[in-house]
């Protein structure tokens, strides 16, 4: 029943964890897909190990929303290579960061070696100098990096994107017509927590990325216009914290969707109560099946 | 006491009390209900604006006869320097209660507590809370040398009001106060001749697992108080992992079946990038 193929790849079901959230190592991997995710993305990968920001890095908002700001702390693609080659059980999506092609060709080459399930290229950090959204703002460098990492893998590469200063559409545009088997959208949005007692912005990088309930109807919005204009599969990926905002973040036209601030709220036992609640909703509403969901909206 | 979440968020607090352990370990006293109403071994994440946020384990004080709130911390990185140099009202930001707690099972009799540095904060209130409880118990502290002994007056006065047989044994690695030698050594001296149903440990992480190794040798319950690089404190950035568990939500104390299978614990651990490094074993 929720079973279902995207861009070639077979899943057992839909829920994605989504990068960023407790991947960079393979024991945690495991966990995660043995608590009922149908695959894992890691965190972002760079050509060389990153340690990030200096905490604070994550804060705590009212209202299931977190601004993080954790700088792409990474181990690298060849220490990330050595963790994951071993993996015989995780359907494993790699995120990949970078600032030019080489980077991309450099790591795509060697991470397909191991037994991954295809990549997502991150073109949508809105946090740090350099990488992600200073180079997803850039079609072109967006063109080329896609065309890149296409070059050096027969695995999907998928390209997560977010709302930056370009538009969404035009750079999904342009990762699509490099080759891109499908837009991960989206990624946090540019935000900041300043306090009021002592006016001191919390973070230590000052502006993050805001994640959870408060960027949903972004995000679903951002899924409707993308299902609706690209053949491509889409994985909707913001604030989804229950059965009921997967529902609509397919019905909106995504094929699978990511979940990474929900676990802060409810703890990795989130993946297998979306699907029961998914499970519950297609049977109540006498579907077959998870994919008779998708871009039903687009119908009305 | 409010939701979960709400402990989450980010709360400013002034420092009532700044307490000089030793020439570089402070106790730094803040007002905090909910650290107040924590178990011994959950931790804060204390924020010193503008330089840093770190996990704290929670110690109380009392100041004015009132039940306060406090960390201790020995100036050491950039962040702990500048929370050492924080003094009475000015602020710093908390957030927390986080992790589990040590346990005390029932029909605990006689106990061992074996701590080294600062790792001597979680207990130093567990021993409060099992004198009080009327538990034998027996408490090293382990420094590296002398003048860094840290809460002996506080012990001592622990001690000097219960009627129990509970003890108290030093341990410096010069031999400059007490035992010259590792509080593991000590406590495998001590094991020799009395029998103990638990023990409890927390410090660094190699002395952890000497106490891990005399539990299993002794046959005797251990909880250990396990420290990884920490960022959320909310179970989902992943750095403080050791195996599949999660130090800051499924620890960060664990006992001794949980350790057995922690095959990382004393041997290995992740720096801020996600790259594992060995501990320096000493044999």
Redesign the interface.
Known sequence: MLNLEIAGISLRNPVILASGFLGISQAIFERVYDEGAGAVVSKSISKYPMEGYRNPTVIVLEGKSYINAVGLSNPGHESFYEEVKTNDKVPLMVSLVGSDPSDFELMARKLDKSRIIGFEINLSCPHVQKLGMEVGDDPQMVKSIVQTTKSNTAKPVFVKVGVGNANLLDISEAAINAGADGITAINTLRAMKISIDNFNPILSNKIGGLSGSSIKPVAVRCVYELSQKFRVPIIGCGGISNWEDAVEFMIAGATSFQVGTAIGFGGMGIFNSINRGIVKYLEKKGYQSVKELIGRSHRY | MADH?DT???R?VRIRKAIEETATTRTIVFDDEYSVASMPGQFL?V?I??I???PMSIGIESFENLKCAAVTVRKYGL?STALYHKQVGE?I?I?GPYGNHFSIPENLRNVLLIGGGTGLVPLVRLFSDLVHDRIQTSLIMGARTKEEVIFQHKVQNLLADNKLNNCVAFSTDDGTYGFKGSTVDLAESILASKKFDMMYTCGPELMMKGVQKLGERFSIPVEASLERYM??A??????C?I??K?VC?DGTIFDSNSLRQLTEFGVSY???????SYFISQK
């Not at chain 2, 992740?270 to 594992?276: H, L």
Request: proline residues 3%.
């Open positions: 979440t989450d968020i980010l400013l994440m924020w604006p503008q840093e946020e770190l962040g602020h930001g957030r960022k959320c909310i179970g989902i950035c992943g750095s992992c195996n599949d999660l939500q992740r720096d801020k990038s996600g790259r594992s």
